[in-house]
């Protein structure tokens, strides 16, 4: 309840900003579509920007912002002149509207130097108004210093800073990942103002539509969460109940050890011997005898009552998953937004940022409507952000270089959403420039030291490519205060790589360049291994766990000052969990032969081996943020409350794995890995498999090359040297049984390895390509990425390398 009138003066101002943030982005998104329009169609969105900000200077008044009210009142002046036609539309008077509502922003956000700037875009508007009834060309930047240049970004809870000057979407601290509030406030979406569209001023909502804050959606996410622990606590406690259940086996054991003497001690208590016991121990003896039968049979009845109550428990609690799984779904359906909500009003920032750089670009979306969990859309938009700035200052010409190379004046930046494979959405950043030179890409990464200069020829062209997302590499020469500092691209693998998406880029040189953000369309409820170490608990996402092994302490050893372990015939660097944590209990000890637990991890290419006390289990966990006094603690990202009640901190694997090798500030060379030079021919059919298959084999370090089909690779055999062929089965021409059967029959081939990758899954197909001579039959419904290479790593293993070279 709103208890004083400076309170509710308070709330009217919080209701005014939310309503304001709406209608300046119909306004913005209104004179974009303006300037697109063609004059058949610009009446009627005239008239709905009229309308629109009619509403807005109405508000304004309603709330005494004087300021805000006069900006409105001016913008509307221009709107009326242009419905009656006194004067007509040109970029100079749509560059000062766009100021204008920029300003409306900075006033929003109670910044100190609006009311001076505010009274400058009105004389501006007037200005304008009066040269264009003249009949003459208003020029907006005959207001350079005065309109907008100065206009620090908003602070306004509500505004989506879109609008404002571009400095603090660049910033690379981790304040950046806090989306504003304006995308997530549970309000309507908000399409662009077409005609006809549903952006027209008198649309109604449903009724079934209403307001809700976004506070009130984080807690109902977090009693969705609390719902979730409570289900682990009841799994827990059954897990108890079954446990007490198992020592009545043991009870049964030794009971049965002693049944016989029971009945013999019986047998001589009641039998003919009775006259012989004297009575002070025939009482007794009788007594010990009932109090036996009574406790076999107390502790039978108490066994069935206890495993009715487990069968009891456990139907509660498989109710409860289903209950909690649906109010979960419900919950987090409430939360999905169309991913347009943070894309639309990129369109005012596309434009004017373009322009700022002497460049023409429209930005065009594609499936804003596929929507997505809005916390996803919170941390998803500084990268966004970064990829569409990247394209503005790196990809795209300017409108004379684009006019010499046959392209149009304007380029397009597509922002294209499609639904992905499982619960997964793809963004794609599509732009018609210059594309990427890779031979630049290759020299800057030299100067960088991100490479060598001998490592440089060595890379193929996608893996010159993929440099550009190291974090210090940037094409750009000089440094502003938006580009050259290399931070962007690393910014979003990192922010992509934290969501649990991948990111993945093509780039053709002259026609333009195209990155592919994948994610889940749900923040999906974590699992996580627990261990222990120091005497604590901890908890590791299973996102980062690449396996759990127990591991023979003679695979440690130590280079030079460096720890090392053989695992899976790979080097990895190894972290010892206590040390890592500044905990001063030492841990396990690598000397000795009691195998040690560890947990290998991998991010971004690197792997390391986290030695820790103990692997309790693999659990679903619901991670608790942590208070403001432990954000800034390094190494951990939240808390879980377990099962047991114990509450544990999440560790933040990206950080141990980044600080493992952090010494010297070195990055592992790019394509340098332990399988250099093991060359692998690819065959499939499938375009996308063989990309597929491709793309993994070099991501880990090996050179491959592919062929379509059979009669192909048979033909590359006999033209190149490889150390292995990885082939599809059902292929034209020649299937992969029959180039197999040829491989093994010709004498040349005798040392090659062939694994063979298929959908065929029945057992007589398996047992024809072993007999053939295969080394490995896997089935591509059950393939996966790591057991995959495993498998080529366990078959190459004591191959010597190759390099490419003609056979004659």
């Known amino acids: ?109 109670s910044n100190p130097s609006s009311e001076f700037i505010s009274s400058e875009i009105v004389c501006a508007l007037r200005t304008s108004l009066i040269e264009k009834k003249k009949g003459a060309v208003f020029e907006s930047d005959a207001f350079p210093e005065m309109i907008g240049s100065n206009i620090p970004p908003s602070g306004c809870n509500n505004v989506l800073d879109i609008s ?160 909690t799984s649906e109010i979960s779904d419900l919950i987090h359906d409430a939360v999905l937004l169309p991913i347009s909500t943070i894309l639309s009003p990129f369109h005012k920032f596309v434009r004017d940022y373009s322009r700022e750089s002497g460049k023409l670009v429209d930005l065009k979306i594609e499936g804003g409507e596929i929507e997505m969990d809005r916390r996803i859309l919170e941390s998803l938009k500084p990268a966004l952000m970064h990829l569409i700035h990247n394209s503005i200052d790196h990809g795209f010409e300017t409108p004379d270089v684009r006019r010499a190379r046959g392209k149009p004046d304007n380029g397009l930046l597509l922002a294209r959403v499609t639904p992905h494979s499982g619960s997964k959405v793809s963004i794609e950043i599509i732009d018609d420039g210059a594309g990427i030179d ?93 261990v222990r170490a120091g005497g604590q608990t901890y908890v590791l996402p299973l996102q980062q766990v690449k396996q759990v092994i127990r591991a023979d302490p003679s695979l440690f050893k130590y280079r030079g000052s460096r720890l090392v372990a053989r695992i899976d015939k790979e080097t990895v660097r190894v972290v010892l969990l206590t040390q890592a944590l500044g905990i001063p209990d030492p841990g396990p000890r690598l000397t000795g032969t009691a195998p040690v637990p560890i947990v290998t991890m991998e991010y971004g290419g690197r792997q390391i081996a986290c030695v820790v006390d103990e692997v309790i289990q693999v659990q679903e966990i619901v991670v608790r943020p942590l208070g403001s006094l432990l954000k800034s603690v390094k190494r951990i990202t939240g808390a879980v409350i377990l099962g047991d009640g114990t509450v544990a901190m999440v560790l933040d694997p990206i950080e141990l794995i980044q600080e493992a090798f952090i010494s010297g500030r070195q990055e592992r060379p790019v394509g340098k890995t332990e399988r250099e030079g093991r060359r692998i021919l690819v065959v499939e059919d499938s375009v996308t498999s063989r990309a597929l298959l491709k ?95 495993t498998v080529i790593s366990d078959l190459l293993s004591g191959k010597p390398s190759s390099e490419m070279e003609k056979t004659g």
């Open 438 to 530: 890779r031979e630049m890409v290759r020299e800057i990464a030299v100067e960088k030291g991100v490479i060598t200069s001998k490592q440089a020829p060595q890379l193929t062209d996608e893996e010159a490519l993929w440099l550009i997302f190291r974090s210090g590499l940037s094409t750009c020469r000089e440094v502003s205060e938006l580009s050259g500092r290399g931070l962007g691209l690393a910014i979003v693998d990192d922010v992509v790589s934290r969501l649990g998406g991948d990111v993945m880029i093509s780039s053709e040189s002259l026609k333009g360049t195209s990155i592919t953000i994948v994610l889940p369309v749900r923040m999906a409820t974590l699992r996580g291994v627990v």
């Open 164 to 323: 404002s000057p571009y400095k603090s979407h660049f910033e690379p601290t981790k304040s950046e990942f806090s989306a504003p509030e304006s995308i997530v406030s549970g309000q309507e979406t908000r399409h662009e103002l077409q005609p006809g569209g549903r952006g027209t001023p008198g649309h109604t909502p449903g009724t079934d539509t209403v307001r809700i804050s976004s506070h009130k959606l984080d807690q109902l996410i977090g009693g969705s969460d609390d719902l979730l622990t409570t289900r682990l606590f009841i799994t827990q406690r059954l897990r108890e109940l079954e446990d007490m259940m198992s020592t009545f086996s043991l009870w049964k054991w030794n009971y049965s050890q002693i049944e016989g003497d029971l009945h013999q001690i019986r047998e001589f208590t009641y039998g003919i011997q009775k006259s012989s016991l004297p009575p002070d121990i025939l009482l007794p003896l009788e007594r010990l005898i009932d109090f036996f039968k009574f406790d076999h049979e107390f502790v039978v009845s108490l066994q069935h009552d206890l495993s009715l109550h487990i069968r009891a428990t456990d139907m509660d609690r498989s109710a409860l998953e289903v209950s």
């Open 695 to 789: 793309r993994i084999l070099e991501m880990a370090g090996y050179l491959v090359q592919t062929a379509c089909d059979g009669v192909d690779a048979f033909a590359k055999l006999k033209e190149y040297e490889f150390d292995m062929v990885v082939s599809d089965v059902d292929m034209p021409r020649m299937s992969g049984f029959t180039l197999t059967e040829k491989i093994r029959t010709d004498d040349r081939y005798a040392r090659l390895g062939v694994v063979l990758i298929t959908s065929l899954d029945s057992v007589e197909d398996r047992e024809h390509g072993r007999a053939i001579g295969a080394d490995a039959y896997l089935v591509k419904s059950n393939f996966e990425k790591d057991s995959f290479l």
């Open 1 to 109: 309840m709103i208890s004083s009138d400076e309170e509710f003066h308070e709330w009217l101002l919080a209701t005014f900003r939310e309503e304001a943030d709406e209608i300046l982005t119909d306004i913005s998104q209104g004179l974009i579509s303006l300037e697109k329009a063609k004059e058949e169609d610009q009446a009627e969105l005239i008239e709905q920007v009229f309308r629109k900000t009619h509403s807005l200077k109405g508000a304004a008044r309603a709330v005494n912002l004087k300021e805000i009210e006069s900006v409105c009142q001016n913008i509307e002046n221009v709107f009326s002149a242009l419905k009656r036609e006194e004067i007509s539309s040109d970029s100079g008077v749509y560059d000062l509207l766009h100021r204008s509502i920029t300003v409306i922003y900075s006033l929003l956000s």
